[in-house]
């Protein structure tokens, strides 16, 4: 199993390089889809997850962080990543749609941001009925979003949540529709010239610890944090 994991997480980070080197080249953007080879463009519906698999989250952090360091560094832009020591990495879960969902908050951080710094944040949210909890977080030191602009935002990203994937090319938007099949809520905060900061919880069931728990979808709903 885990090769095989490997190997499609290998795929998955040379299509995050791909799509990131289009983007600074100003060329079109392919798809989500073209994050797992093969699978359909609207897979990321609650229903459509498929069977819930073991995985390791520090891998899938690893293959996500490399390709977009390198992106930042390219112009001239710190890439960080906070990952805590103290739980599990080995969980159960949808891996895929959670690489897809950092990797539209990622995205969105790199085309925010002209210098500075874009981190991402793994912590622990806390545990529940339906498993470990854990909080994942994307901040930039771009010009941040108006005032103005964020109700409107938020009301964009709550209706791309309930779309297929595979239908939407903003990667914010496709971030709210992956988080919310993963079964979270897409938030987000953020000061006019001070950066934002997107992120949202979801449960992950410890392997040999916690028994997985069928996936109960809600209805989407994306909020100002704070």
Do not use: Y
């Not at 539209?104 to 991402?120: A, E, F, H, P, W």
């Amino acid at each position: 199993r885990a090769p095989r994991e490997l190997q499609r997480l290998s795929e998955a980070a040379e299509a995050v390089r791909t799509r990131v080197e289009a983007q600074l080249r100003g060329q079109p953007m392919p798809t989500v889809a073209a994050l797992s080879p093969g699978a359909p463009a609207a897979q990321a519906l609650p229903s459509e997850l498929g069977e819930a698999s073991e995985f390791d989250l520090g891998l899938l952090v690893q293959q996500l962080a490399e390709p977009a360091r390198k992106q930042a560094l390219t112009r001239g832009l710190d890439f960080r990543v906070v990952f805590p020591d103290g739980f599990p990495t080995q969980l159960t879960g949808h891996p895929m749609p959670l690489f897809r969902a950092l990797d539209g908050l990622v995205k969105n951080g790199l085309r925010s941001t002209d210098q500075g710094q874009i981190t991402l944040k793994v912590s622990r949210a806390g545990e529940g009925p339906d498993g470990l909890r854990l909080r994942f977080e994307v901040s930039d030191s771009g010009p941040g979003i108006a005032f103005n602009d964020q109700q409107a935002l938020a009301e964009t990203l709550a209706t791309a949540a309930e779309r297929p994937a595979g239908e939407l090319s903003d990667p914010l938007q496709q971030a709210a529709c992956l988080a919310h099949a993963l079964g979270g809520e897409l938030s987000f905060e953020s000061q006019p010239g001070q950066g934002s900061r997107f992120g949202f919880t979801c449960a992950f069931a410890v392997p040999g610890l916690r028994p997985a728990t069928a996936f109960q979808p809600r209805r989407a709903a994306v909020r100002l944090a704070g």
